[in-house]
Every structure is written in structure tokens, then in C-alpha cells.
């Protein structure tokens, strides 16, 4: 049987129920990306004969990384029963093209949510904190997967804390549809077909140019938000128009200096604590005022050849590093292109609900 294209969530099930095994979906995958080599069929066959497989959340489940080291989140996806695999492409590419169903990366200043609406599939950045071992100051882990019930297995693996594991298990307002208790590798975020959708009581906040004035949006994405906040209206959430505008202070913060922190509390003259701070009551109090969600643009602009990064696409992905608050952008309308979905810290569960119902 071909894996490739397969979900996480179908792959590990089928590890764990016995009609595959670690080693041939290894193989599978050499077969498909050149990758891993010796070292990968040698932890299949050793996963293979773990007395607790039936029990592994990511039994066999191919990961692919930029570097298989022992970090902290890669020994959690060990722990799990994934298989970590080096392919040499840009992780984004791997898991569009399917030839993984999951990958991990450093998210600096929104870097990687951008790949990930380049090519069309979804990426989580969850609240500082919420994966053990930022990767730098402005920097976080995110997983990569093509659907929202991946994404939020994954995260239950690498949050490091119980609570925090299963924290997205519970959506939040009474009624709403959220992730049940993983019984009968039961995984899905929605509810059985034929079952309508439940008033949810979430506020979500539209803000198609949330830019400063100076930075614009293109049209299509633009039109992106408005559709996908149409979407999530049908569904049952309360959605309003959100007309205010990034501050410029923000976008300063994240040029300065090339990008770099230090760099740029250096130049813009302001302790970065501080400004860190100030940010953090502005998007409480301002941005989302009594909303729980905002749903912004994923990308300003068209993409640029590979290693290349417009500062409207930094200004509208960066703030949510600065504030450590989760961000996820997912594919929706014309591709390369997508939508944002920002809340405050802890609100992974709603983002991950969200992302489910506009797929």
C-alpha cells in the first residue's frame, strides 16, 4: 500500500491496529523522497517492537525536519512513535506535495506561516510557551500538516506541559463543536455528518487590511477574509468588521536591524522589553477589544522567488510573535494565498475549531 498522501491521523491508526508496520512505511517513504537511509529503518524496526505501539499517538508517522538532532520537540515526536525525516527540501513543500503528512519547524517573525500559505497548506504557531524550547527570542516551533485534525494531534504531542497537551481538547463556549476524547482513534474536529452545526458563541473579528497605512493588501486576499469570515458566520460564530490598522511601531520593531531583536531595540532607541509590553496591551485592548478570534490576511502580496520576503508580508505575520500570542494560517481562496486566524494565549483550541470548519 502507497502511504504517501496519507493523513497522520490514518497512518498511525493503521500502525497501531496492525495492518501496517513502522518499517514499511519507512520504505514507503525512502521509495518517495531519497530520505532518512539506514537511520530511519533502523527506528521503524525499533518502534516497531515498542510494547506501548498500540498506545503511540504518532505510531510510524513520518515527521519531516530541517535537522533530526535531539531537541526537546524532536524527542517528544520520538516519544510519540514518529519517524523523523530529513528531505532537504523546505518542510512546507514536503507536506504540500504529500510525500509527509506532518513536519516541524522555526517560525521567526511569522517566516513560516508565509511558506506555508505559499504552498497551500496549514501552519500552527502556538503561544509562547506552549512547546518547550522557543527557538530564539522572536522565534517559536510550529507544526505543518494539510488538515486541522493533524495539526492538532501533533500539537497534543509537543505541548510541554499536561495541561497544555490537552488543553485544545476543550473549545471553549458550551455547545461548541470541539475535539472529543480520543476513543476508537475517533480524531475528527467535526461533528457527525448529518448533525447541525451548534451555535458556537464565538466573536470572530474580520480584518481584511490590518495593515498600517503606507503597506497594502492585494485584492484577493482582501477578498479572502471577507469570504472566509462569511464562512464562519453560516457556521453559527458572531462576526464583526474590524477596521483598525497595525501600528507602525510594530513594523519598525521587525526591520530594524535586518530582523534582528537586538539590532533593532538598538536603533529604534526603546528598551525591547518594553516595547514588547506595549504591544501586548495594545493587541489586548485594542485589537481584539471583546472578540475572541481575528482573521487576517495570511499574505499581503504575491510570493517572491524562494528566500525572498516582502516587508508587507513580515508586517502582517510578525506581531504575533512579538506578542507570543497563536497564530495559524491555513489555505483559503485563490492559492498561494490563505487566511490568518490570531487570538489571544490559550485560545489554541478556537483556531484549531476554525481552521476545521473553513476547510
Not at 56 to 78: D, I, K, N, T, Y
Not at 191 to 210: D, E, F, K, Y
Not at 284 to 312: C, K, M, S, Y
Not at 322 to 327: E, N, R, Y
Amino acid at each position: 500500500m502507497v502511504w504517501a498522501g496519507r493523513s497522520a491521523i490514518e497512518i498511525a491508526q493503521a500502525v497501531r491496529q496492525g495492518e501496517a508496520t513502522a518499517a514499511a512505511i519507512a520504505d514507503d517513504l525512502l521509495r518517495a523522497v531519497g530520505a532518512g537511509g539506514e537511520r530511519l529503518a533502523d527506528e521503524a524496526r525499533a518502534l516497531q517492537k515498542r510494547a506501548d505501539l498500540d498506545e503511540l499517538p504518532l505510531a510510524g508517522v513520518p515527521v519531516a525536519v530541517s535537522s533530526a538532532g535531539e531537541r526537546p520537540a524532536h524527542a517528544r515526536l520520538r516519544a510519540a512513535g514518529a519517524l523523523l525525516v530529513e528531505t532537504g527540501r523546505p518542510c512546507a513543500e514536503d507536506v504540500a506535495a504529500g510525500l509527509v503528512p506532518l513536519a516541524l519547524g522555526s517560525d521567526e517573525l511569522g517566516s513560516l506561516r508565509t511558506l506555508a500559505a505559499c504552498h497551500g497548506v496549514l501552519a500552527l504557531k502556538p503561544g509562547r510557551g506552549v512547546i518547550p524550547e522557543a527557538t530564539g527570542e522572536w522565534r517559536e516551533w510550529a507544526p505543518l500538516a494539510r488538515t486541522a485534525e493533524d495539526l492538532a494531534l501533533v500539537l497534543s504531542v509537543l505541548a510541554g506541559e499536561p495541561e497544555l497537551a490537552s488543553a485544545w481538547r476543550d473549545p471553549g463556549p458550551a455547545g461548541q463543536w470541539g475535539l472529543p476524547d480520543f476513543e476508537d482513534d475517533d480524531w475528527l474536529l467535526r461533528p457527525p455528518r448529518g448533525v447541525p452545526p451548534r451555535r458556537s458563541g464565538l466573536r470572530v473579528a474580520a480584518a481584511p487590511q490590518p495593515l498600517p497605512r503606507g503597506l497594502g493588501v492585494r485584492a484577493g486576499f482582501r477578498a479572502a477574509v471577507v469570504a472566509a469570515a462569511e464562512r464562519l458566520r453560516e457556521a453559527g460564530h458572531t462576526v464583526v468588521d474590524h477596521p483598525a490598522r497595525l501600528p507602525s511601531f510594530l513594523v519598525l520593531a521587525t526591520i530594524a536591524g535586518g530582523g534582528s531583536p537586538g539590532r533593532a531595540r538598538e536603533r529604534d532607541g526603546r528598551p525591547g522589553r518594553r516595547r514588547r509590553e506595549r504591544w501586548r496591551d495594545y493587541g489586548a485592548d485594542q485589537w481584539f477589544g471583546d472578540a475572541d478570534v481575528l482573521i487576517v490576511p495570511a499574505l499581503a502580496a504575491l510570493p517572491l522567488p524562494e528566500g525572498r520576503t516582502r516587508l508587507r508580508d513580515i508586517a502582517v505575520a510578525a506581531p504575533w510573535n512579538l506578542s507570543g500570542w497563536p497564530a495559524l494560517s491555513l489555505p483559503f481562496g485563490a492559492r498561494p494565498g490563505g487566511v490568518q486566524l490570531v487570538a489571544p494565549p490559550g485560545s489554541e483550541p478556537h483556531l484549531l475549531l476554525l481552521a476545521a470548519q473553513l476547510a
